[in-house]
C-alpha cells in the first residue's frame, strides 16, 4: 500500500476544514448578534443616548421650575426635537397632550421615558449627573430683590478680596434665586480654610426676602415637626447653604445633627414636604415624557455606522485568522505522534521499530501501546525462534539414535537382538512423548482442549498418581507419599489433572536426590481446593523462577535432554489448570527444595 494519501483525506486538512467552518460560523453569528443586538449598547457606552435623554429632561425640569404652568412649552418641545432628531411628547397623567413634536393624532408609545416634576426629580445637574430632591431653579418666594443682589454682590466682592489676600481664589457664579456664589477652583462652595478676617458671617446670613420664606416654611413644618418629637421652640436653621447644589437651601443638618438619627430623618421628610409645599404654586404641575416613535414603532432605531461595521467586519477576519493559525499549530502537533506511528507501522516485519511517546494524551497512549505491541511481537519472535531450535533437537536425538541403531544393523555390524530392539523402542517412546506435548500445547493455545468434569475425590486422585509413579520413585530412590487434609473434591477431568500432577511429580523426581522426599497434599481453602507437590530436591534459582512456566525452558541448559525432559511438561500444567479455571504458582528456594501449588475451584461432593 502506497504512503501517500490524498490531500482531502488528510487529518491536518480535515482537523483544518472543520475548524475553519466552525470560526466562520462563530464569527458570523457574532457579527450578526453585534450589528442586531449589541449596537444601542454600544451607543449608550458612549453616551449618546443617555446624554440626549439627560439634556432633554433637564431642559423640561427647568422649564417647569421657572414656570406656573406647560402653556408655552411648545418652541422649547420642538427646539429640543429638531436637536435630537427624536420626538418629544409631554402629556398629563391621563395622557392629556400638553405638546408634541410629531403631527397631530400621532400615537403615543406604550410607555413613559420619564417623569417631568420639578419637585421630586433625581435627574437633574448642570453637568447631567443626579441628585435627589427638588430642582433647584424652583426659586419661588426664595427669588432676591434688585437691592438685595446688590448688597450681596458686594459682599461677595469683599470676600472674594479677602480670600485673595490669602492667595485663596475664589471664582463668583450666580445661583437661580440670584444669590452669589463663590467656589474654588474644583467647583467646591468656599474652601475648607476660612481666614479669620473673612469669618464675618455676613455672606450666609438670610436676606429680608429669604427670611420671610424661611419663616414661613419654619410655620408650615412646625405641626409636622412636633410630632416628629423636635422642641416647639427649637431653631431649625443656622444660615443659608450656598452650595451651587442647593444655593437656597437652610442649614439644617446642624441642628437635626444633636437630636437621633430616627427623629433627624422625620424632621428633614417634616421640611422636604413642607418646602415642596410652599414651591408648588411657583412650579408646573408633573407631566409624563414621551421620546420616539409611536405604540408600534421602539423609540429608538439605531443604524451601525461605516465605522462600526468595519470594525466588526476586521475583528471577524482577526478572530477567524487567529482561529485558523491555533487550529493549524494545533493540528500539526497532534498528527505529528501520528505520522511516526505509521511510519513504524509501514517498516519490515524483521524491524521492531519503537516510536518515542512525547505526550500524555490519546495518542500517547497509543503510541505507549504500539511499543508494547512491538515488544510483544519481538519477544513472539524470540520464542518461535527458539521453539523451533528446541522441538528440533528434541526430536533430531532419537532420531539420530534410532538412525544410528537402524544403519549399524543394516550393515551387519550388530544382530537386531531383544536389547536393541528395546533401545530403538525407548526412542520412540520419547518421540512420542514429545509429539503428544506439542499436540496438547497446540489444542490449549486453540481453546481446543477436550474436557470432560465429574466430581473426583481428592485422595483418590493423589493415591493414582503416587501409585503410577511409585516404581520410577523406587528406582531413583526416593520418597512418595501423599497428605490430604479433610476430603475436598473436585468438579474436574479425572484424566487431565492426573496428567498435570503426573507431570509435577515427574519433574520432582527428576531434581530430587536419592534419599529425597516428594510429597503430594490437598486440603481446601476458601472454598477452593489446594494441591501441592513438594520436593526435597536442588530448588530453583529467583532468577529463573519466573521462566519456569516458558516452554523448552530449562534451568541446566547443559542437562541432557533425556534426563532433563523436553522443556514441556510445566507449561502443559499451566494451560491445564487454566482450563479448570485454576492458577498454578511455584515457590522454591536453592537447596531446599520446590513447592508447586494448584488452586482449583472446589466441588460437590458425589
Known amino acids: ?195 479669620d478676617a473673612c469669618a464675618d458671617g455676613r455672606f450666609n446670613t438670610p436676606l429680608a426676602t429669604e427670611q420671610k420664606a424661611l419663616t414661613a416654611l419654619e410655620k408650615r413644618a412646625r405641626s409636622c415637626l412636633t410630632r416628629a418629637g423636635l422642641e416647639p421652640g427649637m431653631p431649625l436653621y443656622l444660615g443659608v447653604d450656598v452650595t451651587p447644589s442647593a444655593p437656597r437651601v437652610p442649614s439644617f443638618a446642624p441642628v437635626l445633627a444633636k437630636v437621633g438619627p430616627r427623629v433627624a430623618r422625620a424632621a428633614q421628610a417634616c421640611l422636604d414636604n413642607a418646602r415642596r409645599a410652599q414651591l408648588d404654586p411657583y412650579a408646573a404641575p408633573a407631566a409624563q415624557l414621551f421620546l420616539g416613535g409611536d ?28 482561529t ?10 497532534l498528527v505529528r505522534p501520528l505520522r511516526a506511528l505509521t511510519e513504524a507501522a509501514q517498516q519490515p516485519p524483521e524491524r521492531h521499530v519503537r516510536v518515542p511517546v512525547t505526550t500524555r494524551d490519546e495518542t500517547g497512549i497509543l503510541a505507549a501501546a504500539f511499543n508494547e505491541l512491538t515488544e510483544r511481537r519481538e519477544r513472539l519472535e524470540a520464542q518461535r525462534k527458539a ?48 509429539i503428544d506435548d506439542l499436540r496438547d500445547l497446540a489444542d490449549a493455545d486453540a481453546d481446543a482442549l477436550r474436557l470432560h468434569p465429574e466430581p473426583v475425590r481428592c485422595d483418590e486422585l493423589l493415591d493414582q498418581v503416587a501409585a503410577a509413579h511409585r516404581v520410577a520413585a523406587d528406582a531413583a530412590g526416593v520418597r512418595l507419599r501423599t497428605t490430604v487434609d479433610g476430603t475436598p473434591w473436585l468438579h474436574a477431568d479425572a484424566v487431565r489433572m492426573r496428567q498435570a500432577l503426573g507431570n509435577l511429580v515427574s519433574n520432582a523426581l527428576r531434581h530430587t536426590p536419592a534419599d529425597g522426599t516428594v510429597t503430594l497434599a490437598a486440603r481446601s481453602a476458601d472454598g477452593d481446593v489446594l494441591l501441592q507437590v513438594t520436593d526435597t ?70
Open 324 to 333: 485558523v493559525a491555533v487550529t493549524a499549530v494545533i493540528a500539526t502537533r
Open 1 to 195: 500500500m502506497s504512503g501517500w494519501i490524498p490531500l482531502r483525506k488528510r487529518l491536518l486538512v480535515r482537523l483544518l476544514i472543520a475548524s475553519g467552518l466552525v470560526a466562520v460560523c462563530s464569527v458570523a453569528a457574532t457579527a450578526w448578534l453585534a450589528v442586531e443586538t449589541t449596537t444601542r449598547a454600544l451607543r449608550e457606552e458612549q453616551g449618546q443616548v443617555l446624554a440626549d435623554d439627560m439634556d432633554v429632561l433637564a431642559r423640561l425640569s427647568g422649564y417647569a421650575a421657572t414656570h406656573p404652568d406647560w402653556s408655552g412649552v411648545g418652541p422649547t418641545v420642538r427646539e429640543l426635537s429638531k436637536k435630537t432628531g427624536r420626538r418629544i411628547a409631554l402629556t398629563t397623567a391621563d395622557r392629556t397632550p400638553l405638546a408634541d413634536s410629531a403631527p397631530r393624532g400621532t400615537a403615543l408609545p406604550l410607555t413613559a421615558a420619564a417623569t417631568v416634576d420639578p419637585l421630586r426629580t433625581d435627574t437633574y445637574t448642570e453637568r447631567g449627573a443626579q441628585i435627589s430632591g427638588t430642582d433647584p431653579r424652583v426659586v419661588g418666594p426664595y427669588r432676591l430683590t434688585e437691592g438685595e443682589r446688590r448688597e450681596l454682590d458686594a459682599l461677595a466682592h469683599e470676600r472674594q478680596g479677602c480670600f485673595a489676600r490669602y492667595g485663596i481664589d475664589l471664582s463668583l457664579s450666580r445661583a437661580p434665586s440670584g444669590r452669589p456664589v463663590l467656589t474654588e477652583a474644583d467647583g467646591s462652595a468656599d474652601p475648607a480654610y476660612v481666614p
Open 537 to 606: 530436591g536442588t530448588g530453583i534459582e529467583a532468577d529463573d523462577l519466573p521462566y519456569v512456566f516458558d516452554r523448552f525452558w530449562r534451568a541446566e541448559k547443559s542437562r541432557s535432554r533425556r534426563t532433563g525432559g523436553s522443556g514441556l511438561g510445566l507449561p502443559i500444567v499451566r494451560h491445564l489448570v487454566a482450563a479448570h479455571g485454576g492458577s498454578v504458582e511455584a515457590a522454591s528456594e536453592p537447596g531446599n527444595g520446590s513447592v508447586f501449588t494448584l488452586r482449583l475451584p472446589g466441588g460437590p461432593p458425589r
Open 295 to 322: 405604540k408600534d414603532t421602539p423609540a429608538v432605531r439605531f443604524d451601525m455606522s461605516p465605522g462600526n461595521k468595519a470594525k466588526v467586519v476586521g475583528a471577524a477576519g482577526l478572530v477567524l485568522a487567529v
Open 387 to 434: 521453539m523451533v531450535s528446541d522441538i528440533a533437537h528434541e526430536l533430531r536425538t532419537p532420531l539420530t539414535n534410532i538412525r544410528g541403531w537402524l544403519e549399524v544393523t543394516r550393515d551387519g555390524v550388530v544382530d537386531p537382538d531383544p536389547a536393541l530392539l528395546a533401545a530403538l523402542h525407548d526412542e520412540a517412546l520419547v518421540l512420542q512423548r514429545v
